[in-house]
Structure formats: structure tokens, C-alpha cells
């Protein structure tokens, strides 16, 4: 994520395509809305699945999970553009220092990966409940606490290297969190060959792994015949609430590709694109935040698609909501 924030600073302070105060007003009014958007839609979709008894299932939990990685993200990063925007370098010296740049950068990174992790979660526990109705769930409630374990376990293993990359280097504006990866790994790991990897294992395969369950479980749908269900209302309604949660899960899986994807595509094309006055001209910047600003928006809004999809969740947060308003009447 280093290279998101290097992206904005270019665009902002490096080069003549924008205006620098103009860029630099309009990032913080964006990022302040999506930092109120994610609280405002991440916080309920924990206290809604906490609440309610009948949403504590293992499709929940990941929802649940991706909304705590959702939270994690601009928490962490939107302190770091700030920083990046308006001083130009990293206020806090010595080792404290040091540690919160490497916390800061390794937690947005790590975020990121625990999200799409989850998005994979949903998808096989779906494609069970749908696919294969009358067997046990692929994916127990047992199952389902070692699964987001072991989201977080696998992001940050894989995201460690970056723990001893992220240092505190002298600038002529004071201190700076610079990703000096050459300086921790030199020839050992080529930063480049890390990132296609991650980009091949975390990004694509997944995308093509959550695609084939989808597919198979909207052709499922489809010509779906229940055995042993005579009645065909009691077919309908099945078939009404797996379309119903199909429908949620493929709206946060467009959502996260739509929102990702550009940033994936930028940071490829900066490392290995041979084409530099590409990468340099005024419609790279451009498109850089145009990506930049996409990628953001993923943790604000993912969410909401939970409240304006899922009657569950809206019950939910009414429910929440009523319960609070009862409370502050009978204090007043």
C-alpha cells in the first residue's frame, strides 16, 4: 500500500498535471467521507451480527470478518495520507517511531489480504449450501473460527517481509516511512517477483476460484429440483433465499473487483510496463487516482450493500437502533 500513498503524493506534489492544492483539498474531502462511511457502515454490520442471534452463521462471520479488515484499513491508512498530504514527513522519531511506520504500512497491507480471503470463505460456503443442500455443511461453525484465524495467520505471515522493509529514513523534510525493500532483502527476494506473486495468489487465482463457485451455483439455481420437497412453495422459498444470498455475495465480490482492480492493474504496468513516457505522462496520474480513490472506497461501501440487499441486517440495525433510543428515553 506504500504505493498508493506514493501515488497520491506524485500526483500531488511531483508533477504539473494537477493542481497541488486543489488535489490536496479534494483528497482530504474524499477521504474524510469514506473514513465516516466505513465506520458508519463497518461498526453496525459487527453490532448487528453480535445482536442478532439468527444471523450468527458462518456466511455472517466472514461478512463479519471482511468488515473488521474493512475497519482496519482506513483507520490505519487514512493517518498515513494525512501525514503524506500535509507535513511531508513522519512525525514521530526514534524507535517508537520507526514502529508505528511499520505498523501503520504492514497493518493496511495485511487488511487487504484478510478481505479477500473472506470473499473466497463466502463463496465456498455457499456454493455447499446451495450445491450440495442436504449434506452437512461444508463449512461448521467449528470450522468456521479456524477459518478467520486463519485468514489473519496467513496475512500476516505473507505479509511480513514488509515488517523489515518499512524503515525510517532521513529526508531533507525531517524523518520519512519509505518501503526500502532492497535494503532488507537486497537480491535475496526482487520486490517486483514478491508483488506478481501475491498479485497471482491473492488476487487472480481467488477471482477465478470465486468465479467457477459462483457460475456453478447460479447454473445450480437454476435447474435446481429439491427431492423430497412435494410442496412447491417450500420449493420457491429455497430457491427465493439462495437467489437472495447469491445476490448479496456476488454484489460485494463485483464491488471488491471494481474497486481493486485498477490499482492492480497501475501497480503491474508501473513495475513491469517498458513503455516509461506511458508511466509518466498526465494520463497515468490520472488514472492513478482515479485508482487510488477506487481502492478507498471498497471498505466504505461494501457494507452498505449488507443493509440495502439483506432485510436481515436492516431488521437488525433497527432493532439495534430502537433498542438504543428505549435506553437514552428511560435515562432522560
Not at 517498458?274 to 494520463?283: E, R, V, Y
Not at 461494501?302 to 435506553?327: A, D, E, H, M, V
Request: aromatic fraction near 14%; hydrophobic fraction near 50%.
Amino acid at each position: 500500500m506504500s504505493t498508493e500513498v506514493n501515488a497520491t503524493r506524485n500526483g500531488t506534489q511531483e508533477t504539473s498535471c494537477i493542481d497541488p492544492t486543489a488535489a490536496i483539498s479534494s483528497t482530504t474531502t474524499v477521504m474524510c467521507v469514506l473514513f465516516v462511511a466505513s465506520l458508519a457502515g463497518n461498526i453496525p454490520i459487527a453490532l448487528v451480527v453480535y445482536k442478532t442471534k439468527t444471523l450468527r452463521k458462518p456466511i455472517n462471520f466472514f461478512i463479519l470478518n471482511m468488515a473488521m479488515s474493512d475497519l482496519l484499513f482506513p483507520v490505519f491508512l487514512f493517518p498515513r495520507i494525512a501525514t503524506g498530504l500535509y507535513v511531508d514527513f513522519w512525525p514521530i522519531d526514534g524507535p517508537f517511531g520507526e514502529a508505528m511506520c511499520k505498523i501503520f504500512s504492514y497493518s493496511i497491507e495485511v487488511s487487504v489480504l484478510v478481505s479477500i480471503q473472506s470473499l473466497v470463505l463466502v463463496a465456498v460456503d455457499r456454493f455447499g449450501a446451495v450445491v450440495f443442500p442436504f449434506r452437512s455443511p461444508f463449512i461448521s461453525s467449528k470450522l468456521c473460527r479456524f477459518f478467520i484465524l486463519a485468514t489473519w495467520i496467513i496475512s500476516i505471515a505473507i505479509k511480513s517481509p514488509e515488517l523489515f522493509a518499512w524503515k525510517l529514513v532521513e529526508s531533507p523534510n525531517g524523518s520519512a516511512c519509505e518501503l526500502r525493500w532492497k535494503d532488507a532483502f537486497g537480491d535475496l527476494l526482487p520486490y517486483k517477483s514478491y508483488i506478481l506473486a501475491l498479485s497471482v495468489v491473492f488476487w487472480f487465482t481467488p477471482l477465478v476460484l470465486i468465479a467457477i463457485l459462483y457460475v456453478t451455483i447460479v447454473l445450480k439455481i437454476k435447474s435446481q429440483k429439491i427431492p423430497g420437497e412435494q410442496s412447491v412453495n417450500v420449493r420457491e422459498q429455497r430457491l427465493k433465499r439462495d437467489r437472495y444470498v447469491l445476490k448479496i455475495s456476488v454484489a460485494v465480490v463485483l464491488v471488491f473487483i471494481v474497486c481493486w482492480m485498477p490499482t492492480t492493474i497501475r501497480m503491474l504496468l508501473s513495475f513491469y510496463s517498458s513503455d516509461k513516457i506511458m508511466i509518466s505522462s498526465c494520463s497515468f496520474r490520472y488514472f492513478e487516482h482515479i485508482a487510488f480513490f477506487l481502492a478507498q472506497s471498497n471498505c466504505a461501501i461494501s457494507p452498505w450493500i449488507c443493509f440495502i440487499f439483506s432485510g436481515n441486517y436492516r431488521q437488525g440495525l433497527k432493532n439495534i437502533l430502537s433498542c438504543l433510543y428505549r435506553t437514552n428515553r428511560v435515562e432522560l
